[in-house]
């Protein structure tokens, strides 16, 4: 069964960082591309930041879209299976659901949420002013 879950988030004020992790189960993680999804309340789901396969980050490539480049960082972990997200200087407008994912069909890194089939929960960021 494939599964991932997020984790991780919380309640900060604004400046502050998190790091969430996503645990991933059934499937070897470093074989496919991942990437972090957002989505704040009435809002379309959009994407973060992806890696893809690689048994490290070396042998992987990564992208971010414009409002978290600089700010939040992707990573993984080959022996935990999991894949986490730097986040620093946290805004209010960071304030979602964070869910992590995997398209089992591709392996480059891919900030299109269509192409992703396998979902998490979600953990909740929110950051006060």
């Known amino acids: 069964q494939v599964q991932l879950v997020e984790s991780g988030g919380g309640l900060v004020q604004a400046g502050v960082s998190l790091r969430l992790s996503c645990t991933a189960s059934?499937?070897?993680?470093?074989?496919?591309?991942i990437g972090w999804f957002r989505q704040a309340p009435g809002k379309e789901r959009e994407p973060i930041s992806c890696?893809?396969?690689?048994?490290?980050?070396?042998?992987?490539?990564?992208d971010y879209v414009n409002s978290v480049k600089g700010r939040f960082t992707i990573s993984k972990d080959r022996d935990k299976n999991t894949v986490y997200l730097q986040m620093d200087t946290l805004k209010p407008e960071d304030t979602a659901v964070y869910y992590c994912?995997?398209?089992?069909?591709?392996?480059?890194?891919?900030?299109?949420?269509?192409?992703?089939?396998?979902w998490g929960p979600g953990t909740q960021v929110t950051v006060s002013s």
């Open positions: 890696v893809s396969r690689g048994a490290s980050m070396g042998d992987s490539t990564t």
């Open positions: 059934g499937f070897f993680l470093n074989g496919y591309n």
């Open positions: 994912a995997t398209d089992l069909l591709y392996q480059r890194c891919e900030l299109r949420v269509p192409v992703y089939h396998y």
